[in-house]
Nanobody
Framework: QVQVVESGGGLVQAGGSLRLSCVVSGRTFGDVAMGWFRQAPGKEREFVSAIRWIGGGAYYTDSVRGRFTISRDSNKNMVYLQMNTLKPEDTAVYYC????????????????????WGQGTQVTVSS
């Protein structure tokens, strides 16, 4: 059974930084993706960032590119999201997601490509 657990959310002032962590247990991974999504109150869930497990290729939505950095530790089965220069519009519940489907067969921006999700961690950025 795959388990996904996020941590690291909190309250921060605009311009500040947070690092989210996600640990995945229950299996080993091949050429798959791990991603971060977020959902703000009253809005749909949106893609934030994804990383290809083999090779570490990183992908971002335009609104966070240059401010957020996704990384992984293959030995620990962990994924991180370093968030810098945070803005009030980054306020949301952030979810870590894992797909066991092979990378070439998925759309990493589409949440339906991911089959395991964490419970979410709240990020609040005050102005």
């Amino acid at each position: 059974q795959v388990q996904v657990v996020e941590s690291g959310g909190g309250l921060v002032q605009a311009g500040g930084s947070l690092r989210l962590s996600c640990v995945v247990s229950g299996r080993t991974f091949g050429d798959v993706a791990m991603g971060w999504f977020r959902q703000a109150p009253g809005k749909e869930r949106e893609f934030v960032s994804a990383i290809r497990w083999i090779g570490g290729g990183a992908y971002y939505t335009d609104s966070v590119r240059g401010r957020f950095t996704i990384s992984r530790d293959s030995n620990k089965n962990m994924v991180y999201l370093q968030m810098n220069t945070l803005k009030p519009e980054d306020t949301a519940v952030y979810y870590c997601a894992v797909t066991t489907k092979s990378w070439p067969s998925i759309n990493y921006r589409d949440g339906s490509s991911y089959n395991y999700w964490g419970q979410g961690t709240q990020v609040t950025v005050s102005s």
